[in-house]
């Protein structure tokens, strides 16, 4: 995620996640990330690909100093890249059925200057180690960076020494070759055109019969339909998800299929919502988006929000840290001073994003999820040089976060339960005995929609106003820490 900062705006305006639809767009500079691809683990399904030195370059990143705010973003823990990389690929794996990442590494390649380890050791305070015999550094988050060469970094996380060592021994000579071939397309596509793309691997991710029983639960997916749905969904090869800036910020999604899609021409929109509000990942930007199928494809674009992108950020696991990138030249940046209002800002912009959130019914659990993955970024953010009170100001908002989704979750789990026994509390007065005759069937489906929309309402309420208390206690930790630090440094927060 890139922040491009507008003069005279304090906020700053996202600007480029991916560009998925540059297809006629030339090529800058020779094909690189099919070097970097031989650092992908086995067993990668998901790769983001980032040039950001052709992003940087373009007419539009310089009109907005996009290198100071991504910078200021990526020290800040809102951004997966820095200007100080010119090439980033990340590689994990992924259980799809749980949506849990089980590892991540990332490679990170510049021509300006070369990394130094022992630099980076002495910033982050541990001693520098070697490993199948590279330098090596245990980084405070539990990743290990290792040198791959003069001008490119590995990291790996979790930090597993073993794991990190056959990593480094099976590192492919023959370029991006081992991996499936929907990454391997991702790889040339990000070579030939794109600034950046987060690609996933979905070949027999699912099994068949399972495919078919999850679609059964869904109301996008008509009865008649079932069947046919279930025969195009399970070719799917995988998804591909991207974001261009024009005039204005708008995101794409492409789902590749072995075979045609036509069966989800009317249905694909509603059944990807349906998907993305199961699994708790669902961006509200969606639901304006237009659809279309081409002969394998299905493609959603349209605008995306500032939130909807960070949301789709946090679901990027990214091991690369401040510390490993930054300029050493740049000392001012990272006094105690600096990094402390970095950090109190990054805080800030979480808080005031979520405190504009409103949950929809429907939408409890993915919300619960979004509320979660915030938690786990503010977690992620640097606290190198960052005074011991916003440190643990950030841990009381991040357990916050999980207490809000904690709400968001269990009160959606209330209202399924209260309105299941409705149908019991019909069945226990007769009600649905009047099944066989037209007023009694209305009166009783009458009644029991009636019933469900006051749970559903009620759970609404009451799950806003928790998390209303929750966030009103939050806002006023944080004013009370703003008032603390502009003491306690003599400049405003």
Same mark, same amino acid.
Not at 185 to 194: G, H, I, K, L, Q
Not at 232 to 256: H, Y
Not at 299 to 321: F, Y
């Given at each position: ?103 991540? @590494?990332?490679? *990170? #390649? ?12 002495? !910033?982050? =305070? +541990? &001693? $520098? ?118 005039? @204005?910020?708008? *995101? #794409? ?12 021409? !009317?249905? =694909? +929109? &509603? $059944? ?121 100001? *950030? ?99």
């Amino acid at each position: 995620m890139l922040y491009f900062c507008q003069p005279k705006r304090s906020i700053p305006t996202l600007f480029l996640l991916a560009a998925i639809a540059l297809f006629s767009r030339p090529a800058h500079s020779l094909a690189q990330f099919a070097t970097d691809a031989r650092w992908a683990p086995l067993h990668t399904n998901l790769l983001v690909l980032i040039n950001s030195k052709r992003v940087f370059e373009s007419e539009v990143a310089k009109k907005e100093r996009a290198a100071d705010a991504s910078r200021a973003a990526f020290d800040a823990g809102l951004s997966i890249v820095s200007p100080n990389v010119d090439r980033l690929m990340i590689a994990s794996n992924v259980d799809f059925e749980a949506m849990q990442t089980l590892w991540t @590494s990332a490679v *990170g #390649s510049r021509e300006s200057k070369k990394f130094d380890l022992t630099e980076i050791a002495n !910033k982050v =305070g +541990k &001693p $520098l180690d070697t490993i199948a015999g590279r330098s090596l550094v245990l980084m405070p988050s539990d990743a290990m960076l290792v040198e791959l060469g003069p001008s490119t970094i590995g990291v790996m996380k979790p930090g597993n020494r073993q794991a990190v060592a056959n990593w480094l021994k099976s590192g492919v000579s023959g370029g991006s070759n081992h991996l499936p071939s929907y990454l391997k397309d991702a790889v040339s596509f990000a070579d030939a055109n794109a600034d950046v793309i987060i690609a996933l691997d979905l070949e027999d991710a699912l099994p068949p019969a399972e495919i078919r029983q999850r679609l059964s639960n869904f109301s996008s997916v008509p009865a008649a339909d079932l069947d046919s749905v279930t025969e195009t969904v399970k070719g799917i090869r995988g998804i591909t998800l991207g974001i261009t800036f024009r005039q @204005s910020v708008t *995101g #794409s999604i492409k789902i590749d299929f072995l075979g045609s899609p036509q069966t989800l021409e !009317k249905i =694909g +929109k &509603p $059944l990807l919502i349906d998907v993305l509000q199961k699994r708790g990942m669902m961006i509200d930007d969606i639901e304006s988006w237009t659809v279309k199928t081409t002969a394998s494809q299905l493609l959603l674009t349209g605008p995306l929000s500032l939130s909807g992108v960070r949301a789709i950020a946090s679901m990027v696991s990214q091991p690369l840290l401040p510390e490993i990138t930054a300029d050493s030249e740049a000392s001012n940046a990272n006094t105690t001073y600096a990094r402390s209002m970095t950090y109190f800002k990054s805080l800030e912009s979480y808080v005031g994003e979520l405190s504009k959130k409103r949950a929809s019914v429907a939408g409890l659990k993915a919300y619960a999820t979004w509320f979660e993955n915030y938690a786990q970024k503010i977690d992620s953010f640097s606290i190198l040089n960052v005074d011991p009170e916003l440190v643990a100001l *950030g841990e009381g908002v991040s357990d916050s976060l999980r207490q809000m989704g904690e709400v968001a979750r269990t009160s959606g789990l209330d209202a399924k339960s209260q309105k299941s026994e409705v149908q019991t509390e019909m069945i226990n007065y007769g009600y649905d005995g009047y099944s066989s005759y037209g007023y009694g069937n209305r009166y009783a489906n009458q009644y029991r929609q009636s019933k469900r929309k006051m749970i559903d309402t009620k759970s609404k309420v009451d799950a806003e106003e928790q998390a209303r208390q929750i966030l009103k206690s939050i806002t006023e930790e944080m004013n009370a820490a703003r008032k603390s630090m502009s003491l306690k440094y003599g400049v405003d927060f």
